[in-house]
């Protein structure tokens, strides 16, 4: 019994070291995000920069974001879609875009800022 003693005192002394192994390492400093080069919705200034003939992808280059599909359609061998946004300035305010093959043909806006 006494052989046991000093292993026994060994072993809850060794208990209040620190295991390098399963030592949790401290955590990072949070990284603040990058805030959106863009507001959500479209604004007037946005909208100005639309030009008939521009794509879809040119659109969502200058507005920020993807509009809504409102419709879409292929008669002939065209295909239209027409797409909408909100306005960045407030309830109501929308834009709507109409593009065929690809290609900006019309542009309507109400109430942007």
Do not use: R
């Not at 993807?66 to 797409?83: D, F, R």
């Not at 909100?86 to 806006?109: H, P, R, T, V």
């Amino acid at each position: 019994m006494k052989a046991l003693l000093p292993i026994f005192a060994l072993s809850l002394a060794s208990c209040d070291a620190p295991d390098p192994v399963t030592s949790e390492a401290p955590e990072p400093e949070p990284v603040a995000e990058a805030e959106p080069v863009n507001a959500p919705g479209m604004s007037a200034a946005e909208f100005a920069e639309l030009q008939t003939g521009m794509s879809y992808a040119d659109a969502i280059a200058v507005i920020g974001s993807e509009g809504e599909l409102l419709s879409e359609n292929e008669i002939a061998g065209t295909h239209t879609v027409m797409y909408q946004w909100e306005g960045e300035s407030g309830f109501g305010a929308n834009a709507n875009a109409m593009f065929q093959d690809d290609k900006l043909i019309q542009k309507s806006q109400f109430g942007l800022e």
